[in-house]
């Protein structure tokens, strides 16, 4: 099971950083994405891989799952999602004034950078 989540971990990063290497905003776009949700998995993960066991602590249970990093991934799903709306707002305004949506041209001359 752990190789399976840090093989998904380290798929998610390479593939976000590839990404985000190209030259159009929508690649860098979906780079990013791919780049939280490796760290969002990462971050699961850290709180032990557990199957069927609650997530507090009671008198009655002895093996439970930490809280802790569900939460933290809650919380970053719900601001990776409003950082993507923003970035994909500012992309479009963005292609919308220059017809284009290369990252790396020189607004000057036109040309590659």
């Known amino acids: 099971m752990e190789l399976l989540v840090a093989s998904a971990v380290g798929v998610l990063t390479a593939a976000g950083i590839y990404l985000v290497l190209r030259q159009r905003t929508f690649p860098v776009i979906v780079g990013l ?41 809650l919380t970053a799903i719900v601001i990776s999602f409003g950082m993507t709306a923003v970035v994909v707002m500012i992309a479009l305004g963005a292609y919308l004034s220059e017809q284009d949506d290369r990252i790396d041209t020189n607004a000057e001359t036109g040309e590659d950078a």
């Open 33 to 73: 994405s791919l780049l939280s949700y490796a760290v969002n998995v990462f971050l699961f993960a850290t709180g032990r891989l557990i199957l069927n066991r609650p997530p507090i602590l009671d008198k009655h249970v002895t093996e439970y799952t930490d809280p802790l990093p569900q939460a933290l991934v």
